[in-house]
């Protein structure tokens, strides 16, 4: 709650909600912060208005650097269907989520 997630909704499910449409946007077998930001860079530089692909990829670093930190430098686990509907996203229980990946690591 100090975080200022939602304390209410969806469970969001760790290894079933793994791959998405990051996934294919990414295009590789590993996914690492840097590589996530030269997907963007790249996305940003073009023509194409992909907007929502840039911010589900940034939502993504913001996971991986803010809610489920991890020593590895690989960000792997984390639920990336979630950000398929960007509209859904209030729709799950962070805090809980949140939460019990810090109690388990």
């Excluded at 030269?38 to 023509?47: A, F, L, W, Y």
């Excluded at 990829?57 to 960007?86: E, G, H, Q």
């Excluded at 859904?88 to 019990?100: D, F, G, I």
């Amino acid at each position: 709650m100090c975080l200022g997630l939602g304390i209410g909704g969806d469970e969001v499910q760790f290894d079933r909600n793994v791959c998405g449409l990051v996934a294919s946007v990414m295009r590789t077998n590993v996914i690492t912060i840097e590589s996530v930001f030269e997907m963007m860079k790249c996305m940003i530089g073009t023509n194409v208005d992909d907007v929502e692909n840039v911010c589900r990829l940034y939502i993504l670093v913001c996971f991986a650097v803010l809610y489920f930190p991890r020593n590895s430098r690989t960000i792997c686990n984390i639920p990336c269907s979630v950000l398929d509907n960007l509209d859904t996203l209030s729709n799950y229980n962070w805090a809980k989520v949140v939460h019990s990946y810090l109690v388990n690591n």
